[in-house]
């Protein structure tokens, strides 16, 4: 299934080019001279992407001074491993499309994962905002898919369940033979586990998925950008008490924060200023203007409240 860019942009940075050299070793030769690490350097500085590289760098040190205590290592490895595990075979392919390797993948997930830990920290959850998520919570559901090229393809593969007496091993069947979705069409189209926050699937996809019961399909062929799907439900717990979901309700909000960008804003401009910025560089020194002359500011979940939860 083709899905929105799985790993998180941190403050509009994720590129991770190596800009601190500074020198006249040779970056690279050629027939009419070399380039410099200064040369190099100094062209790159300049550049749209080159300034998104320094922006990181910088955010990731005083992220890590601030709340490399709360990401562990175990916590990397574990989202490394759900890409790798999703992605399979096709793991390496997934890198190289994304110009990443291994251990810059793992550089960004850390990243993310800290700037989420920041975004908790400003994240003020009130009793209201709680009970605004369980409107529209929904817990993780796993299911299965068959992606197809029209209406028709979709309807046929729907009528082969209807009669089918084993509808999950004949779907798993199906999308071995019809989907052309090569992501998971030799895993019986097996989609990663999603709730309500999820901001990689098609809407109309989750819409459908939300609405079945465990072992049900999509009675009619599902539109989504991708083509047309048909949807099993292999588990979809159910919802139960407000009271029992507590943590996962302020983790959605805080997911839900983390994909807004004036929020966002407003925590990578708190997270600066604390960490004492300054740009050495004159070339550089207006880089982080829109975030340290900010006004817009957030109170970190350590303020008092009667509100807090």
Same mark, same amino acid.
């Given at each position: ?52 590289? &320094? ?39 997934? &890198?190289? @499309? ?8 793992? =550089?960004?997930?850390?990243?993310? &994962? ?14 209201? @905002? ?7 919570? @929904? ?19 729907? #009528? ?39 901001? #990689? ?50 983790? @959605? ?10 929020? &966002? ?15 050495? =560089? ?17 109170? #970190? ?9």
């Amino acid at each position: 299934m083709k899905t929105k860019k799985l790993i998180a942009v941190v403050a509009g940075a994720a590129l991770m080019l190596p800009l601190a050299a500074c020198g006249n070793k040779a970056v690279a030769t050629t027939s009419g001279g070399k380039i410099t690490e200064s040369e190099y350097y100094s062209s790159m500085k300049q550049t749209s992407n080159g300034k998104q590289v &320094l922006q990181q760098m910088i955010l990731d040190k005083v992220l890590e001074k601030q709340y490399g205590k709360q990401v562990s290592d175990k916590q990397v490895t574990a989202q490394y491993n759900t890409y790798k595990n999703q992605y399979g075979s096709e793991f390496s392919a997934f &890198l190289s @499309q994304n110009g990443l390797t291994s251990q810059s993948l793992k =550089d960004q997930l850390r990243s993310n &994962l800290l700037l989420e830990a920041a975004v908790r920290n400003y994240s003020h959850i009130t009793s209201k @905002q709680i009970d605004k998520q369980w409107e529209k919570y @929904q817990p993780k559901v796993q299911t299965a898919e068959i992606l197809v090229g029209s209406k028709s393809e979709a309807e046929n593969i729907i #009528s082969q369940l209807d009669s089918a007496s084993n509808k999950y091993s004949t779907f798993k069947k199906l999308a071995k033979s019809e989907s052309t979705d090569t992501s998971n069409n030799k895993t019986g189209g097996r989609v990663p586990a999603f709730d309500n926050t999820d901001t #990689s699937l098609d809407s109309a996809y989750k819409k459908a998925a939300f609405k079945l019961k465990n072992g049900e399909y999509t009675s009619t062929p599902v539109k989504t950008d991708d083509g047309y799907q048909v949807i099993y439900m292999i588990e979809h717990p159910a919802k139960g008490k407000k009271s029992q979901h507590i943590n996962d309700l302020k983790n @959605q909000i805080v997911k839900e924060n983390m994909n807004n960008k004036t929020f &966002l804003h407003k925590v990578v401009s708190n997270v600066l200023k604390k960490g004492n910025v300054s740009i050495k =560089d004159k070339d550089s020194k207006n880089i982080l203007d829109e975030y340290l002359n900010s006004n817009a500011t957030v109170s #970190s979940s350590t303020s008092s409240s009667s509100e807090s939860n």
